[in-house]
């Protein structure tokens, strides 16, 4: 089965699911906006939940164009991560182990 995402102008995907009939997870597989998974022996529930995009970057060093923009979005958003405390995000800024096991075990807490 094929889903096709178009969100409404100003907003993105921000999560889809497929839950077969008893709520366990169906594997989606992403391209290009299109997702695909197998149908399984029953009834499935397709949801999508969509967000806002927003105009500039959260961070005056995470220019809204750049290629990891949404990405440091998303971790705000998640809760994952908060930048610095003067405004900046520090994108630049080499990432210790200890930064690193706190933004896994916060991404691992918000599944």
Do not use: H
């Not at 497929?18 to 299109?34: C, I, P």
């Not at 705000?76 to 003067?86: H, L, Y």
């Amino acid at each position: 089965m094929t889903v096709t995402v178009k969100p409404d102008k100003g907003y993105e995907l921000d999560t889809i699911k497929v839950l077969d009939q008893k709520g366990g997870k169906v594997k989606l597989t992403e391209k290009n906006g299109k997702y695909t998974f197998t149908m399984p022996d029953s009834k499935v529930t397709v949801t999508a939940e969509f967000a806002e995009i927003k105009a500039a970057s959260t961070f005056a060093d995470v220019p809204a164009d750049a290629y990891y923009a949404k990405a440091v979005e998303w971790a705000v958003k998640k809760g994952i991560t908060n930048g610095k405390a003067n405004g900046l995000f520090g994108s630049g800024d080499p990432c210790t182990r200890a930064q690193i096991v706190t933004f896994l075990y916060r991404a691992y807490q918000g599944k």
